[in-house]
């Protein structure tokens, strides 16, 4: 079976995101990854749709300057809470924290999307938003699920493609992917709309 998206150039993630990776996996789209050596701390004066957009960019921008004929995707994921960056948490105390606040609310996953073709001087970026309202969690599965160390590496402390994590939500409006980390319909949208060209083969849809 031939895959939906089939590019005529190079594909690079500029992250070294595991999820990221898998989900573009799922889409059988063959590509590389190069870590992107820029800083990713916030911009304190960003309003926070347009954060996680901004570190999407500078992440693709270095990396698209060194491969100009290769296609560079970059993202980035940053969970709000009544107008609070909840960023990866540092510590399982920190993890704690964060998820007794979620406890029992409602957040906003954003997720920032640049796609940038040095050779044709092209560069999108885009983003979506999901909220995703969390079940009142008990300090037992706070801390059964702090202990299994996955909180640590993800931003609001919680992935909702965890075993453990999946069970806190109660619900969720918009993209579900745009919550693991890549938003898959906004990605081939926008390939399909900015770049025709690359795409070696594109069906309906």
Same mark, same amino acid.
């Given at each position: 079976?031939?895959?939906?998206?089939?590019?005529?150039?190079?594909?690079?993630?500029?992250?070294?995101?595991?999820?990221?990776?898998?989900?573009?996996?799922?889409?059988?789209?063959?590509?590389?990854?190069?870590?992107?050596?820029?800083?990713?701390?916030?911009?304190?004066?960003?309003?926070?749709?347009?954060?996680?957009?901004?570190?999407?960019?500078?992440?693709?921008?270095?990396?698209?300057?060194?491969?100009?004929?290769?296609?560079?995707?970059?993202?980035?994921?940053?969970?709000?809470?009544?107008?609070?960056?909840?960023?990866?948490?540092?510590?399982?105390?920190?993890?704690?924290r964060m998820l007794r606040r979620l406890s029992d609310t409602?957040?906003?996953?954003?997720?920032?999307? =640049? *796609?940038?073709?040095?050779?044709?001087?092209?560069? %999108?970026? $885009? @983003?979506?938003?999901? #909220?995703? /309202?969390? &079940? =009142? *969690?008990?300090?037992?599965?706070?801390?059964?699920? %702090?202990? $299994? @160390?996955?909180?640590? #590496?993800? /931003?609001? &402390?919680?992935?909702?493609?965890?075993?453990?994590?999946?069970?806190?939500?109660?619900?969720?409006?918009? #993209?579900?992917?745009?919550?693991?980390?890549?938003?898959?319909r906004t990605l081939y949208a926008t390939l399909r709309s900015?770049?025709? #060209?690359?795409?070696?083969?594109?069906?309906?849809?």
């Amino acid at each position: 079976m031939n895959p939906l998206i089939s590019l005529s150039s190079p594909l690079i993630l500029a992250s070294q995101s595991p999820r990221r990776q898998r989900l573009l996996e799922r889409l059988q789209v063959p590509f590389s990854v190069e870590v992107s050596p820029a800083d990713e701390t916030h911009d304190a004066d960003a309003a926070p749709s347009q954060l996680a957009r901004r570190l999407a960019e500078r992440k693709a921008t270095p990396v698209a300057k060194a491969h100009p004929s290769a296609l560079v995707m970059a993202a980035d994921t940053i969970v709000i809470h009544e107008d609070t960056v909840l960023g990866k948490p540092d510590s399982t105390e920190a993890a704690t924290r964060m998820l007794r606040r979620l406890s029992d609310t409602t957040h906003t996953v954003y997720t920032g999307l =640049s *796609l940038h073709h040095r050779d044709t001087d092209r560069r %999108v970026t $885009t @983003g979506r938003a999901t #909220d995703v /309202a969390f &079940a =009142s *969690l008990s300090a037992h599965e706070i801390e059964a699920y %702090v202990a $299994t @160390g996955s909180p640590l #590496d993800k /931003a609001g &402390a919680y992935g909702i493609q965890d075993h453990t994590g999946a069970l806190f939500v109660d619900a969720l409006h918009g #993209d579900y992917y745009n919550v693991v980390g890549l938003p898959l319909r906004t990605l081939y949208a926008t390939l399909r709309s900015d770049f025709p #060209d690359l795409l070696a083969h594109s069906r309906a849809g």
